[in-house]
Every structure is written in structure tokens, then in C-alpha cells.
């Protein structure tokens, strides 16, 4: 029999206790899987990002990523880098910069850890279709709300790029349009952290949202145009 202040809790309180419980997984699973390897969670995380960077990092862009400080991310790159997993180099571009590579076997150690808990796969992949496309667009929404925020760091998502046309073939299976790939994008083809995102100008991305949310083309208003869907396809946004 539910309590009366258990039956007051509002939906956001609900979720909120759902999304704390899910948390607790994941930190669980993420310290048992990189600790069986050897690694602290930090250490993963960022074998993690350096394998998802288009271009080479460094210590600063790593703190930045995972929103820690940069002397705790120092301190776990150099734990890496005795390790022989990441090697760090001066870059090409700013003799005054260090960036940071994964070595052959800091590349295999990051596909292990880049993996996600098979337990919290097996449980998204037990809801509807439907449902999952409608959890992934409501926690695009909340990462975008945190991200205007300044809770979190800025996510490579679609909503925010410079290649995204969202709803350009409203009430299709397909209803957005990746610029990058030139190709028709379903909302359970939206991608949160995609390595090829370049982000829109800051005056668009409301404009890019709204569009999102309330389902109308872009048509001639600011970035893009109404376009056939095409059938090239340069690179899979699902299979990354
Ligand atoms: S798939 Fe990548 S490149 Fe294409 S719109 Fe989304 S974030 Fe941009």
C-alpha cells in the first residue's frame, strides 16, 4: 500500500529516484569492470575519450570533457602513461602543447573499456522500440538543459551541429537530415557524443531546437533547405 508522501511524489521526483538508481549501476559496474583490468574509473573514462577524439587532446581538453580537474586528470594520464597505454607528445600545431595518443595496447585496453555494462545494454534493449526513442530524445533534452547550464560539459550532439536539419521530411520513419552523411536520420539515430559533430553557430541552436521539438522544417529560415532524402551514405551514425 503506498505511503501518502510516497503517492505526492511529482513525475521529475519519480524520475529523478529512477535516473539516481540507474547512476548506481553504472558506477557500480564501471569501478567491478575497470578494476578487474587493473584501472581506476577515471583511467577508463579517458581511454575512452582519447579513442572517440577526432583530433589529439590534451590533459586540459580531457578535464574539460569529463568535468573534472585538470590535477586529477594529470594525475591519472601519468598513471596511464607508466602503464604504456597513452603516450603524450608535443603537438604539431603549438610547441607549447602536450597532447596525448593511445599506444597499441592502450587502443585495445580502450575498446574494452569503452564497452558498457552488459547489464544496463540488456535492460535498454528490453523496451519497445517506441520507448526507447522517446527515452533518448527526453535525455537529449535534459543534457541540453544542463549543458545551457553549465552542469556538464558540452555533449557532440546532433541538436547542436552544424551539419543537423531537423525535421526536414516531417511524418517520415527518417524525419531529419544528417548534412555530414548527406542522409535521411530517425530520431533513434540521434547521436549524443558523435565525433564528427561540429558545432552550429550559437545564434542557430535555438532555432535548430525548436524546430526538433515542434516538428516544423527549417525550410528558408537560417541554415538549410528542404532536400529528397538521399540515399548516399559516407559513414553509419548508428554503428558509432
Ligand atoms: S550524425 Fe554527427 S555529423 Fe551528423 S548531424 Fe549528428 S552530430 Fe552532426
Given at each position: 500500500m503506498p505511503t501518502q508522501a510516497s503517492t505526492n511524489l511529482s513525475v521529475s521526483d519519480r524520475i529523478l529516484a529512477g535516473l539516481s538508481k540507474l547512476s548506481l549501476v553504472m558506477r557500480h559496474e564501471s569501478w567491478r569492470a575497470a578494476g578487474q583490468r587493473g584501472l581506476t574509473p577515471t583511467q577508463a573514462q579517458i581511454l575512452s575519450i582519447l579513442a572517440g577524439s577526432a583530433n589529439p587532446i590534451g590533459p586540459k581538453e580531457v578535464a574539460r570533457q569529463m568535468a573534472i580537474t585538470l590535477g586529477t586528470a594529470s594525475e591519472a594520464i601519468s598513471s596511464l602513461v607508466s602503464k604504456g597505454l597513452v603516450r603524450k607528445a608535443t603537438s604539431e600545431t603549438d610547441g607549447r602543447a602536450v597532447v596525448l595518443s593511445l599506444t597499441k595496447p592502450g587502443v585495445r585496453e580502450a575498446a574494452t573499456a569503452s564497452a558498457w555494462p552488459a547489464s544496463m545494454v540488456e535492460a535498454i534493449d528490453a523496451l519497445p522500440e517506441s520507448e526507447r526513442t522517446g527515452l533518448l530524445r527526453g535525455l537529449i533534452g535534459m543534457i541540453r538543459t544542463l549543458q545551457e547550464q553549465g552542469a556538464v560539459p558540452t555533449a557532440r550532439m546532433c541538436v547542436g551541429c552544424t551539419y543537423f536539419r531537423p525535421n526536414?521530411?516531417?511524418?517520415?520513419?527518417?524525419p531529419h537530415h544528417c548534412l555530414l552523411i548527406d542522409a535521411p536520420i530517425a530520431n533513434s539515430d540521434?547521436?549524443?557524443?558523435?565525433?564528427e559533430m561540429e558545432p552550429a553557430a550559437e545564434e542557430v541552436r535555438p532555432k535548430l531546437w525548436s524546430v526538433f521539438v515542434n516538428?516544423?522544417?527549417?525550410?528558408?529560415?537560417g541554415p538549410g533547405h528542404r532536400r529528397s532524402p538521399s540515399k548516399s551514405r559516407r559513414f553509419n551514425p548508428v554503428s558509432k
Open positions: 526536414e521530411y516531417p511524418d517520415t520513419p527518417k540521434l547521436r549524443i557524443d558523435c565525433p516538428g516544423q522544417p527549417l525550410d528558408n529560415q
